[in-house]
T-cell receptor
Framework: AQSVTQPDIHITVSEGASLELRCNYS??????LFWYVQSPGQGLQLLLK??????LVQGIKGFEAEFKRSQSSFNLRKPSVHWSDAAEYFC?????????FGGGTRLMVKP | DTAVSQTPKYLVTQMGNDKSIKCEQN?????MYWYKQDSKKFLKIMFS???????INETVPNRFSPKSPDKAHLNLHINSLELGDSAVYFC?????????????FGPGTRLTVT
């Protein structure tokens, strides 16, 4: 069965600093991977997705993610964090018409 | 302009009551879903419908009954509500059932059972 692990429950970064959120997946076939962001009291918004091809994918709001098959990872990065990036971030794998989510990482941004 | 909408946004009710949550999407998608987010923010699929037909039922208690009157709507009816049903329920939709399709989420319905 598929699973997704986000090792960091909370991360705090200073505004303007770089960010990396970790995601590890377990899936027997080619993974279809997604990163979603959930702002307080809001639904989930898709940041980016990976299916195949270039292992570095670009998303909205200046985010990117790198797929590393050898490490079963799909880490999310942003070079310079803005205060508005404070939110909950979810990594997910689609393994047959349903998303399996990681536990989420709460990002806090210090002024 | 709202792509996936849910009503109500908040729902407070007592144990034992029956309640419904409605979901509508105006994206023309064929597939719709219900997810449950618990108090620790963990998200889990409950149901998936494709063209009004149930295709996924993830061992959800039969007190939960989804109904899809048409492709644009997927409602969730819950009987005999229990304290453990308190959560945020998200509706989502996608163009089809392929793994590459992204899912579009509604704003969520926060259900509180007292």
């Amino acid at each position: 069965a598929q699973s997704v692990t986000q090792p960091d429950i909370h991360i705090t970064v200073s505004e303007g600093a770089s960010l990396e959120l970790r995601c590890n997946y377990s899936y027997g076939a080619t993974p279809y991977l997604f990163w979603y962001v959930q702002s307080p009291g809001q639904g989930l918004q898709l940041l980016l997705k990976y299916f195949s091809g270039d292992t570095l994918v670009q998303g909205i709001k200046g985010f990117e993610a790198e797929f590393k098959r050898s490490q079963s990872s799909f880490n999310l990065r942003k070079p310079s964090v803005h205060w508005s990036d404070a939110a909950e971030y979810f990594c997910a794998v689609n393994a047959g018409n349903m998303l399996t989510f990681g536990g989420g990482t709460r990002l806090m941004v210090k002024p | 302009d709202t792509a996936v909408s849910q009503t109500p946004k908040y729902l407070v009710t007592q144990m034992g009551n029956d309640k419904s949550i409605k979901c509508e999407q105006n994206l023309g998608h064929d597939t719709m879903y219900w997810y449950k987010q618990d108090s620790k923010k963990f998200l889990k699929i409950m149901f998936s419908y494709n063209n009004k037909e149930l295709i996924i039922n993830e061992t959800v208690p039969n007190r939960f009954s989804p109904k899809s009157p048409d492709k644009a709507h997927l409602n969730l009816h819950i009987n005999s509500l229990e304290l453990g049903d308190s959560a945020v329920y998200f509706c989502a939709s996608s163009p089809g059932t392929g793994r590459s399709y992204e899912q579009y989420f509604g704003p969520g319905t926060r259900l509180t059972v007292t």
